[in-house]
T-cell receptor, first 113, second 113 residues
Framework: ETGVTQSPTHLIKTRGQQVTLRCSSQ?????VSWYQQALGQGPQFIFQYYREEENGRGNFPPRFSGLQFPNYSSELNVNALELDDSALYLC????????????FGPGTRLTVL | AQSVTQLDSQVPVFEEAPVELRCNYSSSVSVYLFWYVQYPNQGLQLLLK??????LVKGINGFEAEFNKSQTSFHLRKPSVHISDTAEYFCAVTNNAGNMLTFGGGTRLMVKP
């Protein structure tokens, strides 16, 4: 059974650029959630996708957007990058829309200069 | 709205000593409770979860936690820690919609030889 994978592992961008992060969900899971973890803090919920539809969103501006594909993999897009967007971005997958356990990937470390 | 407070940002302890990491939550609805562990430069790994039933929950690596509804707490315990337990520990809650985890700020467990 393949776990949650994310790519890339690290990347560096400059302020104002756009970035796309990718996540492959665990086998059998149809729900993907994205979290932002700033240095020294707990993760914060960005949004969740269930069967290609957004199923909840946290307190993040519209320049954070996402997609989920028919194979349940997902993308997180961030436009007009700001310095404060530097963080570890975590993807988690789960089985079902109303589920109890989310399984996390290793994360993508984004640095904005 | 839900919130999670981890009362200790750092907990130093000697190897083979017992440890308790404290977690308090607030929520207006029934919650599910989780503890995750994060090793350096890695994603989050589920240690244990409380959904319903017995208030004492056993997890991986010898950890256990007790749900106390009257005190809105979910403290994590281990009777004897190892050097390898050195990591960041996060308490999290989700409501029965299951679409959003709310995390505490984390507790860094530092096990000394």
């Amino acid at each position: 059974e393949t776990g949650v994978t994310q790519s890339p592992t690290h990347l560096i961008k400059t302020r104002g650029q756009q970035v796309t992060l990718r996540c492959s969900s665990q086998s059998g899971h149809n729900t993907v959630s994205w979290y932002q973890q700033a240095l020294g803090q707990g993760p914060q919920f960005i949004f969740q996708y269930y069967r290609e539809e957004e199923n909840g969103r946290g307190n993040f501006p519209p320049r954070f957007s996402g997609l989920q594909f028919p194979n349940y993999s997902s993308e997180l897009n961030v436009n007009a990058l700001e310095l404060d967007d530097s963080a570890l971005y975590l993807c988690a997958s789960s089985q079902g829309r109303y589920t109890d356990t989310q399984y996390f990937g290793p994360g993508t470390r984004l640095t904005v200069l | 709205a839900q919130s999670v407070t981890q009362l200790d940002s750092q907990v130093p302890v000697f190897e083979e000593a017992p440890v308790e990491l404290r977690c308090n939550y607030s929520s207006s609805v029934s919650v599910y409770l989780f503890w995750y562990v994060q090793y350096p430069n890695q994603g989050l790994q589920l240690l244990l979860k409380y959904l319903s039933g017995s208030t004492l929950v056993k997890g991986i690596n010898g950890f256990e936690a007790e749900f106390n509804k009257s005190q809105t707490s979910f403290h994590l315990r281990k009777p004897s820690v190892h050097i390898s337990d050195t990591a960041e520990y996060f308490c999290a809650v989700t409501n029965n919609a299951g679409n959003m985890l709310t995390f505490g700020g984390g507790t860094r467990l530092m096990v000394k030889p």
